[in-house]
């Protein structure tokens, strides 16, 4: 019996020092342990052994022998596998990163934002009001029932079926009657509302989309020197200090009176060039006090509130700002148009 579990202990040694990946030494461990295994059935010898404590040892000698050659060779082969890994994959930090492109802001992006920033510094809200709306807010509550005339000059876009009601709005005035029926307690009102509104144009200086933004203030007592003076203010800090204001006549059917408003021409600075057509002057306002039915008709008391309300085209500013020329470049989402307006160029606009 010694001899043989000196056999068997020699014979374990070799092979597990042989062995060279887990798999074989699984297939070993079951070849010895498992349950028809050698030590197994050694150990089953037992009941016919004579003596039997003797017989327990000798056993246990090869069991102790098999466990300890085991446990050794699967942390060695264990460890070299985790070396294989590491070095496999292993992250070369010398390589050079890919480059990731930095995108830059839309440049009506930043008009609208500047904009946005000047007039929450004069202590008015921002709303954004839906791009589909109905004929009434954008036309009826506006004064422009069904077959008025000046509804020409703003021919859009009409969603039938079941929207048939549906149009895209031609002008962010329809900010006005959304605010000022949102408006339970008929209050004042001091409000931007920025947004894309379409038109059935398209040249290259309109196009079927653009942008603009309106302006509502009611309250009491509101005057049209107030109008004037928030225009002069507004024109002047986008435009720059020098820029002188002048108001026109002018009609819309939602205000009474109302103004067109031009300002020095931002490119000769009013001495005339072909983009002021030579009058030294570029229209960048159409405005007015809010004519009393539209305030009747949101649930306004003409009696008591006043307002003004005015529009304006945010593209024109952008064209000017950035030196762009075709306003449908502007939506055309040409990568090699957009990429010319880098973050850089925040800090160079000229004003
Ligand atoms: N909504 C008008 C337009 O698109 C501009 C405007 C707004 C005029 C507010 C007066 C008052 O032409």
Redo the contacts with the bound molecule.
């Keep these: 019996m010694q001899e043989k579990v000196e056999m068997l202990c020699k014979e374990i040694e070799e092979k597990i020092s042989n062995i060279t990946n887990l798999k074989d030494l699984t297939d070993l461990k079951a070849e010895y342990m498992g349950k028809k295994g050698i030590i197994t059935e050694l150990q089953s010898g037992i009941k016919d052994a004579v003596d039997k404590k003797e017989y327990g040892m000798q056993v246990n000698t090869v069991r102790t022998t098999f466990n300890e050659k085991y446990e050794n060779k699967l942390k060695e082969l264990q460890e070299e596998e985790l070396n294989r890994k590491l070095e496999s994959e292993k992250i070369d930090v010398t390589l050079p990163s890919k480059r990731i492109r930095q995108g830059s802001k839309h440049p009506m992006t930043r008009i609208q934002e500047e904009l946005e920033d000047l007039f929450v510094s004069m202590g008015y809200d921002v709303y954004d009001g839906p791009e589909i709306e109905t004929d009434e807010n954008c036309f009826q509550k ?1 004064n422009l029932p069904i077959g008025h005339p000046a509804r020409d ?2 021919d859009t876009f009409y969603l039938e079926n079941e929207y048939e009601n549906y149009l895209l709005r ?4 329809t900010g ?1 009657v959304r605010v000022m029926e949102a408006n339970v307690e008929k209050g004042p009102i001091r409000v931007v509302c920025p947004g894309k ?1 379409y038109r059935r144009d398209d040249d290259a200086t309109h196009s079927h989309q653009f942008m ?1 933004m ?3 203030v009611i309250d009491e007592n509101v005057s049209m020197a107030d109008l004037k003076g928030t225009l002069e203010t507004f024109c002047k800090k986008l435009l720059g200090e020098k820029t002188d204001v002048r108001f026109r006549p ?1 009609f ?1 059917p ?2 009474e009176p ?2 067109e408003v031009d300002a020095t021409c931002f490119k000769c600075g009013g001495k005339g060039c072909p983009l002021c057509k030579q009058t030294g002057w570029i229209e960048v ?4 006090m ?1 004519h009393p039915d539209v305030l009747k008709m949101s649930g306004y008391d003409p009696e008591k509130y006043q307002g ?6 945010l593209d024109r500013f952008a064209m000017f700002r950035f030196g762009i020329t075709d306003i449908r470049t502007i939506y055309g989402n040409d990568v090699r148009f957009l990429n010319q307006f880098t973050k850089g160029d925040e800090h160079n606009e000229t004003k």
Excluded: D, I, N, R
Aim: negative net charge; charged residues 5%; aromatic residues 14%.
């Design positions: 506006l000059a703003q031609s002008q962010t005035s006005q509104v603009q309106e302006g509502l002018s819309f939602f205000t109302s103004v306002l159409g405005a007015g809010v003004f309300a005015f529009g304006t085209g």
